[in-house]
T-cell receptor, first 114, second 112 residues
Framework: AQSVTQLDSQVPVFEEAPVELRCNYS??????LFWYVQYPNQGLQLLLK??????LVKGINGFEAEFNKSQTSFHLRKPSVHISDTAEYFCAVSDLQRNNDMRFGAGTRLTVKP | SQTIHQWPATLVQPVGSPLSLECTVE??????LYWYRQAAGRGLQLLFY??????ISSEVPQNLSASRPQDRQFILSSKKLLLSDSGFYLC???????????FGNGTRLTVT
């Protein structure tokens, strides 16, 4: 079965600085990849997804992620963060051969400081 | 458009009491439905998923059960809550196949 590792549990950055949230996955089969954002006491909201095609995926709120098959990574980036980007970010992987089986990483807490 | 409703938003229950959390989806038919639990400082753990009425798959053995009495209704239950059942419970839906999940706003359960 697939699994997801988010390498950083917490990432503090200053406002307007760039940020990268790292995600690695393991799977023996082809996968779909996702990033979700969770604001306090709310559900998760889809930021972006990689299904096929271009390995650079653009999402909402200025985020983008790059799928790297050789490194089994799907890191999330934003060139300039805002205070409002403070939230928990989750990477997720879905096994193409196993319907309905989406696995989440443990999450990365992004804190943007003024 | 599709919407997902989950209630209650917060719940405080004593140990040994029963539990019933409800989730409904509007604007789509025959969705996949999911229950996740998020413990403090941890990721999401898939508890149950359903691909149709009366079809429930359990991911981990536990003190909880799920039911899908109608196409767009998903219920999480327990006969007797344990302290370890405390957490943030999230319902989600997706289209059939490998599509993104759409989450409700969650229920914060505290077992005292």
């Amino acid at each position: 079965a697939q699994s997801v590792t988010q390498l950083d549990s917490q990432v503090p950055v200053f406002e307007e600085a760039p940020v990268e949230l790292r995600c690695n996955y393991s799977s023996s089969v082809s996968v779909y990849l996702f990033w979700y954002v969770q604001y306090p006491n709310q559900g998760l909201q889809l930021l972006l997804k990689y299904l096929s095609g271009s390995t650079l995926v653009k999402g909402i709120n200025g985020f983008e992620a790059e799928f790297n098959k050789s490194q089994t990574s799907f890191h999330l980036r934003k060139p300039s963060v805002h205070i409002s980007d403070t939230a928990e970010y989750f990477c997720a992987v879905s096994d193409l051969q196993r319907n309905n089986d989406m696995r989440f990483g443990a999450g990365t807490r992004l804190t943007v400081k003024p | 458009s599709q919407t997902i409703h989950q209630w209650p938003a917060t719940l405080v229950q004593p140990v040994g009491s029963p539990l019933s959390l409800e989730c409904t989806v509007e604007g789509t038919s025959n969705p996949n439905l999911y229950w996740y639990r998020q413990a403090a400082g941890r990721g999401l753990q898939l508890l149950f998923y359903s691909v149709g009425i009366g079809q429930i798959s359990s991911e981990v053995p536990q003190n909880l059960s799920a039911s899908r009495p109608q196409d767009r209704q998903f219920i999480l239950s327990s006969k007797k809550l344990l302290l370890s059942d405390s957490g943030f419970y999230l319902c989600a839906w997706s289209y059939q196949g490998n599509s993104p999940l759409h989450f409700g706003n969650g229920t914060r359960l505290t077992v005292t």
